[in-house]
């Protein structure tokens, strides 16, 4: 095998400091000083030290030990929670920053997109940035050109070509930087969870693109995402990252297997406090649970029970653009299910206020077959950026029950094919 990417024994660590005071100052101390400076002369009044300040500095390991080995016209996806070191990664193989040990082979030139705007200057047009990137990948001008109108029809940006892409949106940004990457000549094409930015459409698109880039013309992928389905379509290997380290490397339907059985909780709800919380300036998530037809947490249900999932949330900000919502995906990581709070008509919307919330939706019965299901938090501003996509968080189990046909045995039971498991009456005409 053509191996193009050697990672071996590999560490990447940051220096994260920690200021803190050695002494405190309380105000009742500063009162009770001035009290009795003021019966004692002026020569005499009681002078206080500012207190000092000690820095602590602690050292952070965002990957350790990591090895992986790809061979030419792979296809890997790299998968894991939030934190687990997946776009580190990914920066330090795109040569964005140097490991702190190890050692990285790379055979061939690499593009790579790892965030909105990643190798673009916001003051040059589209078309500029098209050659700049290429010169960056070390491409002549005249290669450039021989690509350009490829690279500008699969953006779909013609019409804003010589607007500087600071006046782009994200999705236009996403549109004309993937469209770069992976239509100049590398060898080999990164690609972070950037492309959820897009639209339905153009992330099928860049997958079929991707898919293309290995198969026809035997480019090496990596891809990192939330996203298992896309993980699945798209490749013919996973890697598991897990606190900074590979944990797993084989086929995508086992890694994505033990991925979300090792990684979801089995106790019915998850319970953040404090730092830990995850969100942004706008919304932290306190916490999500499942809950029966009684408002008692449970894991496991019956297929003719309602399932009930419930958010609680402190909102900082109110903006009509944020949108709460989850998928359920089933033990292959394909979503059967994707709801948002605000699918109805607007009046019918929770309606959120500042500080604490809570909301919950119902999943009607007679709906899932037999089977382990998970669910994975989505939160966003509508079409401007994500803040929680993706990490399963919670798991719970269907046994099929619901059936009402004397036919419906129990052999029907527990291996009727299919995801969903609904009773569709049948007429006659």
Known sequence: MDVVIKVENVG?????????????????????????????????????????????????????????????????????????????????????????????????????????????????????????????????????????????????????????????????????????????????????????????????????????????????????????????????????????????????????????????SREGEVIWVNENRPGDSNIKLNAIRILDQSNQICNNYGSKSKIKVQIDFDLFTLDNALVIGFDITNEDGIILLRTYHNDNKPEDWPKFQLGQNSIYCEIPGELFNNGTYYICPKISLHRIKWILNGDPLLSFDVDLDHGVSPLWTSYDKVNRPGFLAMIIPWKIS
């Open 12 to 264: 990447k660590s940051y220096i994260i400091k920690h200021q803190g005071h050695s002494e405190y100052t309380a105000l009742r101390d500063v009162i009770a000083d001035n009290a009795k400076a003021m019966f004692r002369s002026a020569g005499n009044i009681v002078k206080r030290s500012p207190p000092k300040i000690i820095n602590k500095k602690e050292t952070f390991w965002a990957l350790n030990q990591v090895n992986l080995t790809v061979n030419k016209g792979d296809r890997i996806g790299i998968i894991g929670r939030n934190g687990a070191g997946k776009s580190t990664l990914l920066k330090v193989l795109s040569r964005i920053t140097e490991p702190t040990k190890g050692r990285i082979s790379i055979k061939g030139r690499i593009a790579s997109l790892l965030e909105v705007g990643t190798g673009f200057h916001p003051e040059l047009t589209g078309r500029e940035n098209i050659f700049l990137n290429g010169a960056i990948l070390g491409m002549h001008r005249s290669e450039i050109k021989k690509k350009f109108d490829t690279i500008v029809d699969f953006s779909g940006v013609e019409k804003f070509l010589d607007t500087p892409v600071k006046r782009y949106s994200s999705g236009m940004y996403i549109r004309l930087a993937f469209a770069v990457a992976a239509n100049l000549e590398s060898d080999i094409l990164v690609i972070d969870e950037v492309l959820a930015v897009g639209d339905a459409e153009f992330q099928k698109k860049c997958l079929g693109k991707m898919q293309d880039v290995s198969n026809k013309e035997g480019r090496t992928v990596l891809f990192v995402s939330h996203n298992m389905q896309a993980i699945t379509n798209l490749c013919n290997q996973v890697a598991l990252v897990r606190k900074g380290t590979i944990v797993q490397v084989d086929d995508t339907s086992k890694v994505i297997r033990s991925y979300l059985m090792e990684e979801t």
